[in-house]
């Protein structure tokens, strides 16, 4: 199986930070594609990577066992594979697509959550409610990206090569943290904090623990995530 490092070919998309955030609506689930994409039958070329995308989240929201074939994909938007295949070399090109758009649309749900309450330490406890509350939302597509996702350098990778998500982690770390810290427990915060939420997640889509609302905020908001 596919499983690259964290770190995607920059031409498969790039979050954009808190810009992605402020412009997208805080109940999209798609896409935004200018209207009039098609002119005879076909796309712009840069309108049929986004709609591509855009459907082929459509399919991990609403179906239980999507085709996520190119072919399959091609059909749905009724172009020639050939058209996809040049934005999409192969499938696992499009899977890490579909990952890195699902991690941007969680960042920038958690950039406007936290963002709602003024930031700060209480807006990075509302980013990890929110992470929770996206991924039992969004089961399937929380399978794909982490299925995607290899080894991930907290402390150094590039986080615009990471997702939105991983962006927001680790500036809600750097703004809740005092300046004088060492990079090892800069890191350390951020596992800790990433692991706490991430696991809650996968307890409740695994079966073994329900979903309760305000049980997982009381559990996130207890956590000082080492900032103490």
Do not use: C
């Not at 995607?148 to 907290?154: A, E, F, M, T």
């Not at 596992?191 to 049980?215: K, N, R, T």
């Not at 009381?218 to 080492?226: E, M, R, S």
Request: proline residues 4%.
């Amino acid at each position: 199986m596919h499983k690259p490092a964290w770190s995607l070919d920059p031409s498969l998309g790039k979050p954009t930070h808190y810009v992605y955030a402020v412009n997208m609506n805080a109940n999209a689930n798609s896409v935004n594609i200018k209207s009039g994409v098609r002119e005879s039958g076909g796309y712009h070329h840069g309108d049929l990577r986004a709609a591509a995308i855009a459907a082929g989240m459509k399919k991990i929201d609403e179906q239980d066992h999507p085709d996520l074939g190119l072919r399959a994909l091609a059909r749905d938007l009724g172009v020639s594979a050939t058209a996809l295949y040049r934005h999409f070399p192969n499938k696992d090109a499009l899977l890490d697509a579909l990952a890195l758009e699902g991690l941007n649309r969680l960042g920038a749900h958690q950039a406007q959550a936290a963002q709602s309450v003024g930031g700060g330490r209480e807006g990075f406890g509302e980013m990890g409610v929110t992470y929770v509350r996206w991924a039992v939302e969004h089961p399937a597509l929380v399978r794909l990206i982490y299925d995607r996702v290899g080894k991930v350098d907290l402390a150094g990778g590039n986080p615009t090569k990471m997702g939105e998500a991983f962006y927001q982690l680790r500036a809600g770390i750097a703004a809740t943290m005092p300046e004088d810290i060492t990079p090892e427990q800069r890191a350390t915060a951020t596992l800790h904090a990433w692991s706490l939420v991430h696991g809650l997640a996968m307890l409740i889509l695994d079966g073994q623990v329900e979903y309760d609302a305000e049980m997982i905020r009381k559990v996130v908001t207890l956590a000082d995530f080492g900032l103490q």
